[in-house]
């Protein structure tokens, strides 16, 4: 009943996503066309001259490409209440992420973005419920971020998108989520995660929702180290945390909320007794044995986040996984269609996009195509125009276009155009480290969490930090896991492969971190004011952190 609801949901936007792929140019042309009317008499449409531009021809001419720094001006009067500044409708709200410059990006969100992106949450999932049935056989599991997180000068609220939708799923998903939406507003990293998973454990659950994988690895690890209390918590209706309910532990501001949560705890010693089984049977608390009827991961595949999503089989069985599509706090940019892919249709009604090609990134003037006119298997970087009031905005993305839906392109992010590391001209890119690790695991059968590539320009070298997933994992293992990794960066970059010919660069030198590195580095970052849910690995970094030293456990090198 409700899967059949669902589809029955996106149906009409559905149709008219259909119809828009049929014809990109025409599509993005009207977009742009409605968008630069609504906006002509704003301060940035009146500075630009939006009332004399018809073609797109135009809107290039009359509006450069600028990143984010080039919005903060007008971003600063929106948040002190100017009205007409950058769209003619006033935002709701506005969410934010990390800026370059150590200053938050806030991005506005106004009730024309809330309805598409509410649009494309019922066609995503009209498509999942096509392709899983039994998705909604019992409850679904989803973790995001606070819809609120502060509070603008003029009084408007700052978070996420992701706790905004949380708040206002449709009724019919709503009556099958396993949290209240009160879990994702606890401060305490890891009583967040505790009090979910003891919430959830008490369901069914036939899906996770989460956009980071990590997240997914983090929950299966906490099942482990924590399945005696989470259990007894089970079996008596209670927490479950340190024998009190809450205890004296727990900051103050968690406090109130894990009191209020009291009304969706249940006691049920049947449950407990079933995951005290799955423990005495395998040893540990797997969250596969404990969700036996898990069917779907939801998570990103994409780019860094494909690493990780690799590591979800021991812990959740062979289980189908879709990525819930390319977006950001700027926008949602694509539809996923299948599973085990990171490639969706590009949403060609609700943003106006260009692409600059990779390797002309850094030119003067360089060229810049439209939907229309990308290729497949190239990689561009990504310039787009929102309903909430970016114009011509430079993502900083590097997206790579699979092939095409109808007419439409299937993107597929890449990575951040930023990550980039350069010690003798090499130009080594994230995407680099990336692939090189998925072939030199494979190549060895070494199962890693997490790597991560450091500028060495001292000793003129790239130092390899990697957290094996296999304790047992000696040094000969590890030694032909950073020559295959060499071998592999030769292969990808023939500027590495010259230096490293020459010389100019030295061997590689891998550095086996302590088990949980990658988690406490997350935990780190999030705490200095990364977001969680938006939380990507760095594969590559120019220099060393403080943290990561102190977790060195040996040192290889292939000399």
Known sequence: MVCGAMKALGWREDRRLQHAAEDPQRAQQEFLSVLLMRNRDTLFGRQHEFSRIGAIAGYCRHVPIRNYEGFRPYIDRMTHGEPGVLTADPPLMFTSTSGTTGLPKLVPVTEATRRELSAVGRIWFRYLSRDHPEFFRHRILTLVSPAVEGITPCGLPVGTMSGLSYQRLPWLVRRMVALPYEVMTIADYDLRY???????????????????????????????????????????????????????????????????????????????????????????????????????LVCWLGGSGGFQAGLLKANYGAIPIRDPGYRASEATFSLTLEDGTSMGMLLLNTNFYEFIPEQAIGETNPPVLLAHEV???????????????????????????????????????????????????????????????????????????????????????????????????????????????????????????????????????????????????KRLDITAGRRESQYKWRMIAPEWDEHSRTQIESEISLE
């Not at 299966?220 to 209390?229: I, N």
């Not at 079996?235 to 309910?245: M, N, P």
């Open 375 to 521: 290729e497949a298997g190239q990689t561009y970087s990504m310039v787009v125009t929102t309903a909430s009031g970016l114009y011509r905005y430079d993502m900083n993305d590097i997206v790579r276009v699979e092939g095409f839906h109808r007419r439409a392109p299937l993107v597929a992010f890449v990575r951040k155009g930023s990550e980039m590391t350069n010690i003798t001209g090499e130009k080594l890119h994230a995407n680099h480290v990336l692939e090189a690790t998925r072939s030199a695991q494979q190549g060895v059968g070494l199962r890693l969490v997490q790597v991560r590539a450091i500028a060495n320009l001292l000793e003129s070298r790239y130092d390899v930090l990697v957290e094996s997933a296999e304790p047992g994992a000696g040094h000969g293992q590890l030694g032909s896991f950073l020559a295959a990794f060499d071998e592999a960066l030769c292969r990808l970059n023939v500027e590495y492969a010259q230096k490293r010919q020459s010389k100019r660069l030295n061997a590689p030198h891998a550095f086996l971190m302590a088990s949980g590195w990658a988690e406490a580095q």
């Open 194 to 296: 505790f009090v979910a998973l003891r919430l959830a454990l008490q369901y069914s659950v036939s899906a996770l929702l989460t956009a980071n994988p990590s997240t997914l690895l983090r929950l299966a690890t906490l099942a482990e180290a924590k399945a005696e209390a989470l259990i007894r918590g089970i079996h008596d209706g209670s927490l479950g945390i340190a024998g009190t309910d809450p205890p004296a532990e727990v900051r103050q501001d968690s406090a109130h909320l894990l009191d209020e949560l009291k009304y969706a705890l249940a006691a049920d010693p049947q449950r407990a007794r079933m995951l005290e089984q799955c423990v005495r049977q395998h040893g540990r608390l797997r969250l596969k044995d404990a969700w036996p009827d898990l069917c779907l």
